[in-house]
C-alpha cells in the first residue's frame, strides 16, 4: 500500500507571490509516482474542480494535467480533519494552526508534518525529493 502525502497549494506548490515553485514538475511527477497524493488546502473543499481552476491561472498546461490527478478531501475546520491517521503519511505545508499542531502530536504523527518555505529554501521541492520523501 502506497503511503500518503498530504499538500497544501499557497506556500508550497505556489510561492506567497503566486508564482509556481521551483521544480514543480519534477516534484510532481515524483510525488505522483511514488504516492497517494491529496489535496489539504482550504483552495479543495471535496472536490477538486476548483482547485485546478485557481491554479490554471497560474500553472503551464502539463503542470495542471498532473495536479488534476491529486484527489479531493474535505474538513470543516482544520485540516488535521481530512487525514488518516491509520496510514504513513507526510503533510506539506507552510504553517499549521495550534489546533492542528495539537492534534499531530495527540496523535503521535507531529515528525510527519514537513514545514515547507519557499522564501527561505526556493529548492525545498527537489530537496524533499533527495532527502525526506526519497525510499
Known amino acids: 500500500m502506497r503511503q500518503n502525502i498530504y499538500i497544501d497549494i499557497d506556500g508550497v506548490i505556489l510561492t506567497k507571490g503566486g508564482t509556481p515553485a521551483l521544480h514543480l514538475d519534477k516534484f510532481l511527477r515524483y510525488i505522483l509516482s511514488n504516492y497517494s497524493v491529496s489535496w489539504l488546502t482550504s483552495r479543495c473543499r471535496g472536490d477538486s474542480k476548483y482547485t485546478v481552476k485557481y491554479l490554471s491561472k497560474f500553472l503551464l498546461p502539463e503542470i ?9 478531501t474535505s474538513f470543516q475546520l ?3 480533519e481530512a487525514i488518516d491517521f491509520d496510514k ?6 507552510d504553517e499549521l494552526f495550534v489546533s ?3 492534534t499531530l502530536k495527540e ?3 507531529y515528525d510527519s508534518w514537513i ?3 519557499l522564501i527561505k529554501n526556493p529548492n525545498q521541492l527537489i530537496y524533499l525529493i533527495n532527502h525526506k520523501l526519497c525510499f
Request: net charge negative.
Open 115 to 117: 514545514e515547507v518555505d
Open 107 to 109: 496523535q503521535g504523527k
Open 64 to 72: 495542471i494535467a498532473l495536479i488534476e490527478r491529486i484527489k479531493p
Open 78 to 80: 482544520d485540516k488535521t
Open 100 to 102: 492542528e499542531e495539537k
Open 88 to 93: 504513513k503519511f507526510f503533510w506539506l505545508d
